[in-house]
């Protein structure tokens, strides 16, 4: 075990995934990429974009915060890098926000590409007029508190999910998925794979060839809802 003197609550110095791997996954829906993650990775629900035309993708700095308190998430916009997704552990707290118009002006100023409550946000219509992506858990008039310590850039929990710093965010209308840095590359492959296979079977479902899924009538037979031979 480290030593207690060794703990930083603001770590500075993480591994990020490339430009390269984040231009690509822009590329790729939330939901595509949470079927090639083994269906798992998508935050809870309560996690949704203020405007369901936002769109984000970049590389986690994550945040917890206590309760209604939001220095820290004023010192982690203070750090951030360009291409960075602001992922805030908020504990789903929804009496008060923990960000608003000024702090998505921030953040657009320093080329964050977004940001991820587990908490409520407050300034919906500037911030979607702003055209600034953020995820929240509903919104609040109240504002927070400056005063509570907490912690950056160390593993977090967000909206259900894991999220440590450096893993891949991927946000639009369905919600936010999280790819974990090191599986990026992989999870991009099989991603581009599954994209065309879901373009042919759009393309065979639109012209008629295709009326229903190949594995329906054995999934059906193996569930015991169809006797054998029996036919829809």
């Known amino acids: 075990m ?9 770590v500075t110095d993480i591994a990020r995934v490339s430009p390269d791997l984040v231009a690509r996954a822009s590329q790729f829906a939330s939901s595509l990429l949470a079927d090639v993650n083994g269906r ?29 308190d939001n220095l820290m998430i004023h010192a982690a916009i203070a750090m951030a890098r360009p291409g ?6 908020g504990k789903a707290d929804q009496t008060c926000a923990l960000m608003g118009a000024i702090m998505a002006n921030q953040c657009r100023a320093k080329g964050v590409a977004g940001v991820v409550l587990d908490a409520a946000a407050r300034d919906r219509d500037e911030i979607g007029e702003l055209g600034f992506p953020m995820y929240a858990v509903g919104t609040n008039a ?24 450096g893993d891949l965010i991927v946000g639009d209308a369905d919600g936010v998925v999280v790819i974990e840095r090191e599986k990026v590359a992989t999870i991009l492959e099989l991603a581009a794979d599954k994209l065309e296979a879901e373009r042919k079977r759009i393309a065979n479902i639109q012209s008629g ?10 999934a059906l037979s ?6 054998p031979g029996q036919v829809l």
Request: proline content about 10%.
């Open 40 to 68: 798992r990775g998508g935050m809870h629900g309560r996690v949704a974009p203020l405007d369901p035309r936002s769109r984000l993708c970049g590389t986690a700095l994550t945040v917890e915060v206590r309760p209604g």
């Open 209 to 218: 060839a295709e009326t229903s899924p190949a594995w329906l009538a054995s």
């Open 2 to 10: 480290k030593d207690s003197q060794d703990f930083r609550a603001i």
């Open 142 to 165: 109240n504002g927070p508190t400056k005063l509570v310590p907490g912690l950056i850039n160390h593993p977090v929990q967000c909206g259900g999910v894991t999220v440590r710093p």
């Open 222 to 227: 193996a569930s015991g809802v169809l006797a």
């Open 84 to 89: 960075d997704v602001i992922v805030v552990d």
